[in-house]
């Protein structure tokens, strides 16, 4: 598979061309400009029988992602790079009939973008070696980007990492995931919103002075965290056909903000994976259910949240979403339904769940779920009847990382996990920066150039 930017033609690149230059030269996205079908990997008995086999999903995912990454790697070395990204798994966690949570905060940071980040990592590093060079990854962050870039370039030999984030706008342990790291790692924090910071990592890109810099980004944008999102969904499918059986196509509900990971379910159904429709929950930062309704894309800033890694005002994935389904709005609506969720619903909802199935759900998750079963009580009434499919939450984040809001909200005391309580005591050696492209850049040479 090769891909091409989202604003045009272009030439077209590879997979690891398209890791290393992040943006396209035109300023837009890379995204697929071929087609690929991984079905017939989904649906072989065999693939289903090695679910229960114990196989890790390390190497379905490199069987899976082997025909995207052909140009680039050979089978095997696809899954050294599975292997070295995804030591933890999705695990798929029914709670109600047809009604299923896919836990994806497995990982070192405690949510989803473990997953991109780790397979980024394990490419970037991979190259850097072979070509003996470094990299400096800038990244911005609204809360959780951030930290598990952190974790996954943590300690790598070949790459500087900056993280940006706005100052007042995470929790205390997102927090702490950012700034406690050391070593390659170097947090920044902004005196902004996370717009300004995604802001200030576009315009660094483009600046003058940064030209002897080698620079490269590590966002949502970045291919090398979007391919590898399609492994879960895929994931949840082949292990739903398990106990739901081989026709089975989910319903999907996504908590979004930039739409990275929506976007990424979008890939996997179009190569083949089944999947009856895509909710895009989102908190009152809803430019895209409000696009879905109106047909009109209205970026604006983005207002806080309790699930504040949702809070984006102008989604960076919209981009490579609008390209996939042809910029026709109508065509979008047959796939994908947007269902904005409010605060008062999203903390009712980390309730519910707590009193009907026992289960502490993140505030983001909150946001899916209560998606998810929106959509699932229309359904039952226009058809009066209860036959109304499967339906997967993608749980984004762990709910130990979000202490103060579960406290508040459950008057209980959430078990934080100890890769996340051992930082509570590490000191915050954030450096302090205004949103200020010329002088982040003058910072940036200082510390890191030749
Ligand atoms: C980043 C994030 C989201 C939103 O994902 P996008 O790909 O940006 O839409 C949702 N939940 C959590 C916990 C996140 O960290």
Redo the contacts with the bound molecule.
């Keep these: 598979m090769k891909f091409r930017s989202t604003r045009g033609n272009g030439t077209e690149v590879t997979f690891l061309e398209a890791v290393l230059q992040g943006l396209a030269p035109d300023g837009g996205l890379f995204h697929p400009s071929s087609e690929v079908d991984l079905s017939s990997g989904l649906a072989k008995a065999g693939e289903l029988a090695k679910v229960g086999d114990g196989e890790p999903f390390s190497w379905r995912a490199a069987r899976w992602l082997a025909p995207v990454l052909r140009h680039d790697y050979t089978t095997d070395q696809v899954k050294g790079l599975c292997e070295r990204a995804f030591p933890f798994e999705p695990r798929l966690r029914t709670l109600d009939e047809g009604l299923h949570l896919l836990e994806l905060f497995h990982g070192p940071s405690c ?3 473990d997953f991109g980040a780790g397979f980024l990592s394990a490419v970037m590093e991979e190259y850097l070696e072979r070509v003996a060079r470094r990299a400096l990854v800038l990244t911005a962050t ?4 951030g930290s598990a870039v952190a974790q996954a370039f943590a300690g790598r030999r070949r790459a500087d990492v900056v993280v940006l984030y706005p100052k007042g706008r995470v929790s205390r342990l997102q927090e702490q995931q950012l700034t406690t790291v050391g070593g390659n790692v170097t947090a920044v924090e902004v005196e902004g919103s996370f717009d300004d910071c995604q802001r200030l990592v576009k315009e660094s890109f483009a600046h003058r002075e940064a030209g002897n810099l080698p620079l490269t980004s590590a966002n ?1 944008i970045n291919l090398g965290r979007l391919i590898p999102q399609v492994l879960y969904y895929m994931e949840a499918v082949t292990t739903l056909r398990v106990t739901a059986g081989q026709e089975c196509a989910p319903v999907f509900s ?9 976007t990424a379910g979008v890939l996997a159904w179009r190569w083949g994976m089944p999947a009856q429709r895509f909710l895009a929950a989102t908190n009152r930062n809803d430019v895209v259910p409000k696009y879905l309704e109106t047909g009109r894309f209205n970026p604006r800033p983005s207002v806080q949240t309790l ?1 504040n ?2 809070d ?1 005002g102008n ?1 960076s ?1 919209f981009e490579r979403l609008a390209t996939l389904f042809g910029h026709d709005v109508e065509a979008m609506r047959k796939a994908i339904t947007g269902i904005p969720v409010s605060e008062e619903q999203t903390s009712a909802q980390i309730r519910s769940a707590w009193h009907r199935w026992g289960t502490v759900v ?1 505030p ?2 909150a946001v899916g779920l209560c998606a998810a079963q929106r959509w699932r009580e229309e359904q039952r009434q226009r058809r009066g009847s209860s036959a109304d499919g499967e339906t997967v939450v993608l749980a ?2 762990h709910p130990g990382k979000f202490p103060e809001i579960i406290r508040e909200t459950l008057e209980l005391k959430v078990e934080i996990p100890e890769r996340l309580a051992r930082l509570l005591d590490l000191p915050n050696e954030a450096v302090l920066m205004e949103p200020d492209v010329d002088r982040f850049v003058a910072w940036l040479k200082e510390r890191y150039g030749a």
Excluded: E
């Excluded at 609204?142 to 980007?145: E, I, P, Y």
């Design positions: 949510a989803f973008k609204s809360g959780d980007t949502s996504v908590p979004s903000g930039n739409f990275g990971n929506l699930s890694a949702m984006v989604p994935n993140c983001h998750t984004t984040a």
